[in-house]
């Protein structure tokens, strides 16, 4: 997986440091590297946005076992990476406000979970699922007014719920399990309301 288009969506994957370098890249933001492709899985499909932040070595070793194998599809990895750009794509834009980088893992989990019911191994099921879910996810990310909805709506109500709760948002507070519950119900109330 070096470069990956989908539909105009082209991004590079950058398996090694630099590995762009000298390449003309119509985009350099385009370029995903792997500890981003980690992390956006981890986050989005296996479902642990309070754990996708952290160090990626460790991320890496942790989920050996579970991302990058033989015979996943290729699209589940372009729909994370695609989806982590498109985010990226919004803070450098000033379209939504960069205070809330410090929520990204949950933002994108919370996009996914648009699109992937619960406890779903998006590894497992069939290509035509893949496709479906891949393909309403990419579209719904380039409804720029529907992603900044979206983002607005689940801060807002992740950030009611955790100072209903007494916690705190700061960056080490988000990695925890309560964090997690939090946004659980956050979500459940946005999901709700549609």
Do not use: C, P, W
């Given at each position: 997986?070096?470069?990956?288009?989908?539909?105009?969506?082209?991004?590079?994957?950058?398996?090694?440091?630099?590995?762009?370098?000298?390449?003309?890249?119509?985009?350099?933001?385009?370029?995903?590297?792997?500890?981003?492709?980690?992390?956006?899985?981890?986050?989005?499909?296996?479902e642990l946005p309070n754990r996708a932040g952290r160090d990626y070595r460790q991320m890496k070793s942790e989920f050996a076992?579970?991302?990058?194998?033989t015979g996943h599809d290729v699209r589940v990895y372009h729909a994370a990476a695609y989806a982590f750009y498109k985010l990226e794509f919004l803070y450098r834009t000033n379209r939504i406000d960069k205070a809330l980088k410090k929520y990204r893992m949950y933002i994108l989990w919370s996009i996914a979970k648009?699109?992937?019911?619960?406890?779903?191994?998006?590894?497992?099921?069939n290509e035509k699922k893949v496709a479906e879910f891949t393909s309403a996810l990419l579209d719904f990310l380039d409804d720029e007014a529907a992603v900044v909805s979206h983002i607005e709506r689940f801060v807002g109500e992740y950030e009611a719920e955790l100072r209903k709760r007494g916690q705190s948002s700061d960056r080490d507070a988000l990695r925890s399990e309560e964090a997690m519950v939090a946004a659980r119900n956050a979500l459940e109330n946005v999901i709700g309301t549609n």
């Open positions: 997986m070096r470069r990956v288009q989908v539909g105009g969506r082209e991004l590079f994957y950058e398996r090694r440091e630099n590995q762009y370098r000298f390449d003309e890249v119509s985009e350099r933001t385009r370029i995903i590297d792997s500890a981003t492709v980690v992390k956006s899985v981890v986050a989005m499909f296996m076992d579970k991302i990058f194998l648009k699109f992937v019911a619960e406890d779903v191994d998006v590894f497992a099921i």
